[in-house]
């Protein structure tokens, strides 16, 4: 049962710490089970602007939450 709010395949704009202080387009690659019950662990990627590579990472459900909120505040 998956209640993740994020899905593979999705993209958002979202202030990351790789590209701060700007918004970031982010593609979400994964969204994969925690061992924490109801924890959920995504495996995103952005394209980096100084190295024109794209960069892959991996954050918590609820650090993805925080850092779309802090994009749409800006």
Not at 37 to 45: A, D, K, N, T
Not at 55 to 72: I, P, R, S, V
């Amino acid at each position: 049962m998956n209640d993740c709010k994020f899905a593979a395949g999705m993209a958002l704009m979202a202030v990351v710490p790789f590209m701060q202080p700007q918004p970031a387009k982010v593609y979400i690659d994964h969204v994969l089970p925690s061992v924490y019950e109801g924890e959920f662990l995504i495996v995103y990627r952005v394209f980096g602007k100084h190295k024109r590579r794209w960069h892959e990472f991996l954050c918590t459900e609820m650090d993805m939450q925080f850092y779309k909120e802090k994009a749409n505040t800006k």
